[in-house]
């Protein structure tokens, strides 16, 4: 069984917890990444969720977020989330936003509350998503992207909507 990292308001660790039942109506505080991943082109890679997920099932979203494990270094807890839900290899791996938090509520009522670094990588492959996890992905160029959430809001994960405009003023959308 997997477990994430409890987190003090001030982001250090202060416990762990099962994975399967950390997010609830009072989700804790806990450690997370998202990752946005790029193809050679400049393409990025938008996922949208199974729909067996506990959170946001069958929204549009990044094209990947997980959990280290307590102690498993960020980059290769990355690398790990990659292979599980997209069957992929990153060839480079950046951390673009050290201090993204968000706290969100989806229909069910059910919680995100999380310290979540971003990350973008590089692929040169198409992925092999896994359907447990990813029920369609899509290569979107970035502009096109911008104009899909900015049109339809709902249709996209809130962690995506606020990393979106953050890693575009930094130039890495």
């Known amino acids: ?57 069958g929204v549009w979203t990044n094209s990947f977020c997980g959990h280290p494990r307590p102690g498993e270094d960020m980059i290769d807890a990355v690398r790990r989330r990659a292979a599980h839900e997209l069957g992929i290899e990153l060839d480079e791996v950046t951390l673009a936003l050290p201090e993204y938090r968000y706290r969100a509520v989806d229909a069910s009522g059910i919680v995100e509350n999380e310290i979540c670094p971003v990350h973008v990588a590089v692929v040169d492959a198409d992925p092999v998503a896994n359907p447990d996890e990813v029920a369609e992905w899509a290569w979107a160029e970035p502009d096109e992207l911008v104009d899909a959430v900015t049109a339809a809001p709902f249709a996209f994960s809130p962690w995506l909507r606020e990393q979106l405009p953050l890693l575009r003023a930094i130039g890495e959308v």
């Open 1 to 57: 069984m997997d477990h994430v990292t409890l987190l003090a308001e001030d982001g250090s660790a202060v416990g762990t917890f099962p994975k399967d039942q950390v997010h609830t109506f009072e989700t804790p505080l806990h450690l997370a990444f998202s990752c946005h991943i790029r193809d050679r082109a400049g393409r990025i890679l938008v996922t949208r969720r199974a729909l067996a997920k506990q959170t946001w099932p």
